[in-house]
């Protein structure tokens, strides 16, 4: 079984970096069924897991993008950011959790591979 930890940085709008990086991410769940994948949202990243996002049509929409991921693998956030930003933990999509730079850490250190995006 490998482990990935995704580090996510940007906004989700406006760049296209989380998109991809989620897209990447629910492609590698889908290939490697054994794959321990944690998604870690920092910085601006944090609002990719706000509950309740409303997208035009057509647009994609990156808390629906997080639900496969929740299911199959792990997203936590960096709770400074959240704080930074005004998120509540109770805004969040269900299954997603505030963490920390201890934890950020712990999952690096144990990771087989790192992605950022």
Not at 16 to 42: H, P, Q, S, W, Y
Not at 80 to 86: F, H, Q, S, V
Not at 99 to 113: G, I, P, Q
């Amino acid at each position: 079984m490998s482990k990935l930890l995704m580090i996510l940085n940007d906004p989700p709008y406006g760049t296209e970096r989380c998109f991809n990086g989620l897209r990447l991410a629910l492609n590698l769940l889908k290939m490697d069924e054994d794959l321990e994948l944690t998604v870690f949202l920092i910085g601006d990243s944090v609002l990719c897991a706000k509950s309740d996002q409303l997208t035009p049509n057509g647009y994609y929409n990156l808390g629906r993008m997080l639900k496969p991921v929740i299911k199959k693998g792990e997203v936590l956030l960096c709770g400074t950011c959240m704080d930074a930003r005004g998120i509540k933990d109770e805004e969040l999509l269900d299954g997603c959790r505030r963490s920390n730079l201890d934890e950020l850490t712990m999952y690096t250190l144990e990771a087989d591979k790192v992605i950022v995006f």
